[in-house]
């Protein structure tokens, strides 16, 4: 398929105009990023791991009734996706205490939440996408509207549920993960699409039994086997 001109270059992710009005191409790289950009490298494989596993989890939420940008996945790198208008604030779902809410709260790591946290940070690299409250989301109109706010909720609790399942069944615990969202305009109906990618970059999973980290951490912490536990 022909991919059109570059859109946007992101840390692990290129966007490319796609073959027809209002589609593009989002080709997954083997960057390696952490803390905001200080900490790089390139991960063989990791790009091809991440466009398997995020179509596998796109595809089925699709299957429960969450829309996403997926239309499907062109080859071992690119997937075809629907140009969507992203809202600039990333939805952290939570289950369990780690990472920048032990650091910032002080909760001891590990700690089992009584139910599934969402906090909101503003897309903002030279900000360092910051914590936000909801509050802020509708004052800015980062969100314009308060009931899509609700509605993006309401989804992030559902997917976690699904994903909690689905990695559950597998011997894994689904600690935290990051999600993105945008609009399309369809028939001058606002549609509210899950976007970006859902992977181990994007996770924190966690081996049942031994508790062994089986995502972007290996990176962070410098724990090695990277892909390994990608792959597993
Ligand atoms: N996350 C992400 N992109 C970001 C920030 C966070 O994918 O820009 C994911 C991260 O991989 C983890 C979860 O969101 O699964 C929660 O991350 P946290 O707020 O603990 O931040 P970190 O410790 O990664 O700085």
Known sequence: MNKGKKLYEGKAKILYEGPEKGTAIQHFKDDATAFN???????EGKGVLN???SEHILNNLNQIGIKTHLIKRLNMREQLVRLVSIYPVEFIVRNIATGSLTKKLGIPDGTILSKPLIEYSYKNDELGDPLIAREHILEFSWIPQ?????MINDYCFRINDFMQGMFRA?????????????TVNINGKTEILLADEISPDTCR???VISEKKLDKDRFRKDLG???QAYQE
């Not at 950009?37 to 991960?43: D, L, P, R, S, Y």
């Open 170 to 182: 597998v011997g894994i615990k689904l600690v935290d993960f990051k999600l993105e969202f945008g």
């Open 37 to 43: 950009n200080q900490k790089k490298t390139i991960v």
């Open 225 to 227: 086997n990277i892909i």
């Open 146 to 150: 308060a009931v899509h706010l609700d």
């Open 205 to 207: 999973l966690w081996d």
């Open 51 to 53: 466009n398997r596993i």
